[in-house]
């Protein structure tokens, strides 16, 4: 059975960090890209960053591009979201996934898994 666990939410003020963790069992990454999606109260789920499991490339939307760092450890199997500059509009459920990424693109597709989510709230 595959799980993915988050945890690392919390609330924090406005430009602070946070690091999410995304510890996986019942499968390896290496056959998968994995990563992060979050969705904001009201707002449509966004793809927030992946990495390739093969050769560490990274995708990053551009809401976050140069304040998040995505990074894994395979022997683990755990990957990482570090969110520094954090900004109220990041406020949301994070949620860890698997599946197909482009890491010029983005998500391809709907994850194959997912996360319960972790929340994360910034203040003002």
């Known amino acids: 059975e595959v799980q993915l666990v988050e945890s690392g939410g919390g609330l924090v003020q406005a430009g602070g960090s946070l690091r999410l963790s995304c510890a996986a069992s019942?499968?390896?990454?290496?056959?998968?890209?994995t990563g992060w999606f979050r969705r904001a109260p009201g707002k449509e789920r966004e793809g927030v960053s992946c990495i390739s499991s093969s050769d560490g490339s990274t995708y990053y939307a551009g809401s976050v591009k140069g304040r998040f760092s995505i990074s894994s450890d395979n022997a683990k199997n755990t990957v990482y979201l570090q969110m520094n500059d954090l900004k109220p509009e990041d406020t949301a459920d994070y949620y860890c996934?698997?599946?197909?990424?482009?890491?010029?693109?983005?998500?391809?597709?709907?994850?194959?898994?997912w996360g319960q989510g972790t929340q994360v709230t910034v203040s003002s």
């Open positions: 019942g499968f390896t990454f290496d056959d998968y890209a």
């Open positions: 996934a698997v599946g197909r990424c482009d890491m010029t693109t983005g998500w391809v597709s709907p994850p194959d898994y």
